[in-house]
């Protein structure tokens, strides 16, 4: 199976390269399973329902979120009836909205993917760690790819949840600081990793965001409105690709067989 997992989404910049490349990217790469990080399509903070249901629309199976999941208002009566949009697990259990989503890829494959989120510069949500391991519990038998978005700050706490779960999933990516990371191979016992995947939006700013804004408050530290940059526009991505004739993990699991990083780009 091959499976392109497509870094966060940032604003309508990064909405358009995926409209524009996605179906043509996923014929050219036999692409079975499209999962994407979209907590920052909106403007670049959040996600509304319209967005939501457009990038669904255009082929992507499954969202992931993060620490801007809540940022548009609407979103929280409307992730309940969405499966297909996953808030990070280790939220409080009374936040709307899973962490997990089991579903069927293209190729009759079982599929899972986990949401999580990191606890070190940012919120303290309760412990990835033990959270990943209660979401893999719930899982039946026959699930055979399992994909795991680490979303947080530090490349320390995603690379410790990689060597945590190792043997235990497919793959674990990493998403939240927009910067891709070169650092993309399969561990020991099988499981693909990254510390971070990139952005998929405009690179002429500062992690997707106008660059003059940003600039501005760094030199007087002063509140101001960030506008989403343009230009340069990028996506990021990693193709994830499993052979079911292999011998499974140490859980029963498909092993990756490689991790590759894709960047396309339009001007």
């Known amino acids: 199976m091959r499976t392109l997992f497509i870094g966060d989404i940032v604003g309508s910049p990064g909405r358009l390269i995926v409209q ?3 179906a043509d990217l996923v014929e050219h790469q036999q692409i079975d399973l499209v999962i994407a990080n979209g907590e920052n399509s909106a403007s ?9 249901e457009e990038l669904l629309g255009l082929g992507i199976e499954v969202l992931t979120g993060g620490n801007h999941s809540w940022d548009r208002k609407e979103i929280l009566e409307y992730i309940p009836h969405q499966p297909r949009l996953l808030r990070p697990a280790n939220f409080a259990a009374v936040n709307p909205g899973s962490g997990l ?3 069927e890829s293209k190729k009759g494959i079982k599929f899972a993917v986990v949401n999580l989120q990191g606890r070190v510069f940012l919120a303290a949500h309760d412990d990835p760690f033990k959270k ?11 699930v055979a790819f399992v994909l795991v978005d680490m979303h947080a700050e530090t490349t320390s706490e995603k690379i410790a949840l990689g060597w945590y779960l190792d043997g235990r999933v497919t793959a674990v990516v990493g998403t939240h600081t927009h910067v891709a990371t070169a650092d993309e191979h399969v561990l020991p016992k099988g499981t693909a990793y990254i510390t971070d995947v990139g952005m998929t939006g405009p690179h002429n700013g500062v992690i997707g965001m106008d660059r003059h804004g940003i600039i501005k408050r760094f030199l007087d530290g002063l509140p101001a409105r960030f506008e989403v940059a343009t230009g340069d526009i990028q996506l990021n991505a990693v193709l994830i690709e499993t052979d079911e004739a292999a011998p499974p993990n140490e859980a029963g699991r498909l092993a990756a067989k490689s991790i590759e990083r894709l960047r396309l780009r339009i001007d």
Do not use: H, M, Q, S
């Not at 670049?44 to 939501?52: D, L, N, Q, R, S």
């Open 20 to 22: 524009e490349r996605l």
């Open 44 to 52: 670049g903070f959040g996600i509304t329902p319209k967005i939501a």
């Open 101 to 103: 989503f089991v579903g």
């Open 132 to 142: 990943a391991d209660e979401e893999l519990a719930k899982l039946p038998p026959d």
